[in-house]
């Protein structure tokens, strides 16, 4: 089977302009994991597109250099027309994601990934919270920055976060509502329906591992995300993969959190994130509908090849998906800005 598996900061997409330095390094990092694994699994070619400024992959079937737009558009129905497949990594906001993935179904080939209906849903911070607050689970409260007042939470410290943002980009805290008040007077009106507000939730940030098909999910693990408050915005600098465990917290299980989202979403399909926090109940802040920087370290954790478990979802189904014991490997993906993202097992 040949895959194009599109990495969007890396595909030169950007080739006219300056390459988001943190995104990029984190979107190739999560991109050479995948390829690696790809490479060792049976019967598959990997198509890529890459900005000419970066250097070549190993472990690739087919690479075509991007150096204008117009070789980005040209290369890109080139590689459509001859794959089988597409795998597409990309953020979620201005509805980039869905959009892809709308693409590749038109173009009449095998989506490796999230249905655009499912994306669309939890691309919206507001969406997601409703969908999933519907379904039983506890979501972080939300109201939209225009509708905001000093005395809308009884929570001090606060975060702004566009409704349609990807991971911590944009993730704005302040400490107290005089502070975001001030922010809010000094942006413009068209700004307030674009942002939302949060409370600040205390406790373990984490994030989940999923695998998911047609409202079923296998839990793959539970991780620890380090975070870092500086200068007003929180910044996302390590995630320990399967280092937190749902037996150490108030319920639901992992498992059952994992449960209940499928169902409500039974569009997502493939590798899923979901970030919550656990204070000491989990509290549901997002969901990721694609590839997240915590699959680097999933090789490390299970001792086995991931990729294999995308090729038996697609082409058998969830249930012929073996998965091994839970693992009592952790790994740490280091996600400091400046630093070569990489994985080291404890």
């Given at each position: 089977?040949?895959?194009?598996?599109?990495?969007?900061?890396?595909?030169?997409?950007?080739?006219?302009?300056?390459?988001?330095?943190?995104?990029?390094?984190?979107?190739?990092?999560?991109?050479?994991?995948?390829?690696?694994?790809?490479?060792?699994?049976?019967?598959?070619?990997?198509?890529?597109?890459?900005?000419?400024?970066?250097?070549?992959?190993?472990?690739?079937?087919?690479?075509?250099?991007?150096?204008?737009?117009?070789?980005?558009?040209?290369?890109?129905?080139?590689?459509?027309?001859?794959?089988?497949?597409?795998?597409?990594?990309?953020?979620?906001?201005?509805?980039?994601?869905?959009?892809?993935?709308?693409?590749?179904?038109?173009?009449?080939?095998?989506?490796?990934?999230?249905?655009?209906?499912?994306?669309?849903?939890?691309?919206?911070?507001?969406?997601?919270?409703?969908?999933?607050?519907?379904?039983?689970?506890?979501?972080?409260?939300?109201?939209?920055?225009?509708?905001?007042?000093?005395?809308?939470?009884?929570?001090s410290?606060?975060?702004?976060?566009?409704?349609?943002?990807?991971?911590?980009?944009?993730?704005?805290?302040?400490?107290?509502?005089?502070?975001?008040?001030?922010?809010?007077?000094?942006?413009?009106?068209?700004?307030?329906?674009?942002?939302?507000?949060?409370?600040?939730?205390?406790?373990?940030?984490?994030s989940?591992?999923?695998?998911?098909?047609?409202?079923?999910?296998?839990?793959l693990?539970?991780?620890?995300?380090?975070?870092?408050?500086?200068?007003?915005?929180?910044?996302l600098?390590?995630?320990?993969?399967?280092?937190?465990n749902?037996?150490?917290?108030?319920?639901?299980?992992?498992?059952?959190?994992?449960?209940?989202?499928?169902?409500?979403?039974?569009?997502?399909?493939?590798?899923?994130?979901v970030?919550?926090?656990?204070?000491?109940?989990?509290?549901?802040?997002?969901?990721?509908?694609?590839?997240?920087?915590?699959?680097?370290?999933?090789?490390?954790?299970?001792?086995?090849?991931?990729?294999?478990?995308?090729?038996?979802?697609?082409n058998?189904?969830?249930?012929?998906?073996?998965?091994?014991?839970?693992?009592?490997?952790?790994?740490?993906?280091?996600?400091?800005?400046?630093?070569?993202?990489?994985?080291?097992?404890?």
């Amino acid at each position: 089977m040949k895959i194009l598996v599109y990495e969007h900061i890396t595909s030169g997409a950007f080739c006219t302009e300056s390459l988001p330095s943190h995104l990029a390094r984190e979107g190739d990092a999560i991109l050479q994991a995948l390829l690696y694994d790809l490479a060792r699994t049976q019967g598959v070619q990997s198509v890529i597109l890459r900005d000419f400024r970066l250097d070549t992959p190993p472990y690739i079937h087919r690479c075509h250099y991007i150096r204008n737009l117009n070789d980005f558009r040209r290369c890109w129905l080139i590689s459509l027309d001859y794959v089988d497949g597409v795998l597409p990594i990309a953020p979620e906001s201005d509805n980039l994601l869905a959009e892809i993935q709308s693409w590749v179904l038109k173009a009449g080939k095998r989506l490796l990934g999230c249905r655009p209906e499912a994306t669309a849903i939890v691309t919206s911070k507001t969406r997601t919270a409703r969908h999933l607050a519907a379904a039983g689970l506890v979501t972080a409260p939300t109201v939209w920055l225009k509708d905001w007042q000093p005395d809308t939470f009884t929570e001090s410290a606060l975060i702004c976060k566009p409704d349609d943002g990807a991971g911590c980009s944009n993730l704005l805290y302040f400490e107290n509502t005089a502070a975001l008040s001030a922010w809010k007077q000094q942006r413009a009106p068209e700004i307030w329906g674009k942002q939302i507000v949060q409370p600040y939730i205390w406790g373990t940030a984490s994030s989940l591992c999923l695998l998911c098909a047609d409202g079923e999910a296998r839990l793959l693990c539970g991780n620890r995300q380090g975070l870092r408050i500086t200068e007003g915005t929180i910044q996302l600098t390590s995630i320990t993969v399967n280092g937190v465990n749902s037996q150490e917290f108030y319920p639901p299980s992992f498992q059952e959190i994992a449960d209940i989202i499928a169902t409500a979403l039974p569009g997502l399909w493939g590798f899923v994130g979901v970030d919550l926090v656990l204070s000491p109940q989990p509290v549901i802040i997002e969901i990721n509908p694609r590839l997240t920087t915590s699959y680097i370290g999933l090789r490390e954790v299970y001792g086995i090849n991931p990729g294999t478990w995308l090729l038996t979802l697609l082409n058998k189904g969830m249930k012929a998906v073996e998965l091994p014991p839970r693992p009592c490997q952790k790994v740490t993906v280091a996600t400091e800005e400046g630093d070569a993202i990489q994985a080291t097992r404890h």
